[in-house]
């Protein structure tokens, strides 16, 4: 009787300082000390650093002394070309200027857009492109269809290896330079071509995209 009397005596008097406790102490807290037991023993969490943005959205920087490009050909009638430079979109949905055909734009000491499906415009076009130009271009939608022979083989002098292969709806992006030599070692150009067995899209295939980094002292 006696030790029983005591064992509630004790829980009477453990249940009171309890209660007195939980009364004088905030609830805040009362739930803050209860998580931090909850969490007592636990491994501490390593979070990796949010990576930087890169400019034109390179996986990888450009070196100092280095401009960045990047160039993707449209997919589909939704996503559209874009082509951009040194961090500035030269041609994007967002600046409505991409067109059906072959987008081009000419880098050198002002940034020239051209956004045509017509082979005699093109052939202007990249003929009054100054000396010490970049020419970077892609293709929306089609860009073979009206392309005429000569204005594949003012491409082809530029370096094209592709642009003769074009086909219906290819997707293709380019990058050369007039009056000079760009680095072997850059990404020049690449093609894709329509198949109905591959296609991504209906009727057209998956877009493509170069891109790379150009010493400054080049142009």
Request: some cysteine.
């Amino acid at each position: 009787a006696v030790k029983l009397a005591g064992l509630l005596f004790t829980a009477l008097t453990a249940w009171y300082l309890g209660y007195l406790i939980a009364y004088l102490l905030p609830s805040e807290t009362i739930t803050t000390s209860i998580a931090n037991l909850q969490d007592f023993g636990k491994k501490p969490v390593l979070r990796a650093p949010v990576p930087k943005r890169q400019k034109c959205d390179h996986w990888s920087p450009c070196s100092p002394g280095n401009y960045a490009y990047r160039i993707l050909s449209g997919g589909g009638k939704a996503k559209l070309a874009r082509i951009c430079f040194e961090d500035e979109m030269l041609i994007s949905e967002e600046k409505g200027n991409v067109g059906r055909g072959i987008n081009i734009a000419i880098v050198n000491c002002n940034c020239v857009i051209c956004s045509t499906d017509h082979s005699g415009e093109m052939l202007t076009f990249i003929k009054n492109a100054p000396e010490g130009s970049l020419l970077l271009m892609v293709t929306h939608d089609d860009g073979s269809t009206r392309l005429k022979n000569d204005t594949k083989k003012l491409v082809e002098e530029l370096g094209s290896k592709e642009i003769q292969n074009i086909k219906f709806r290819s997707s293709w992006a380019f990058i050369a330079a007039k009056g000079f030599k760009l680095p072997d070692d850059i990404q020049k150009e690449k093609i894709n071509h329509s198949d109905k067995k591959k296609n991504r899209y209906r009727g057209w295939p998956a877009e493509i995209q170069i891109e790379g980094c150009i010493p400054r002292n080049l142009i």
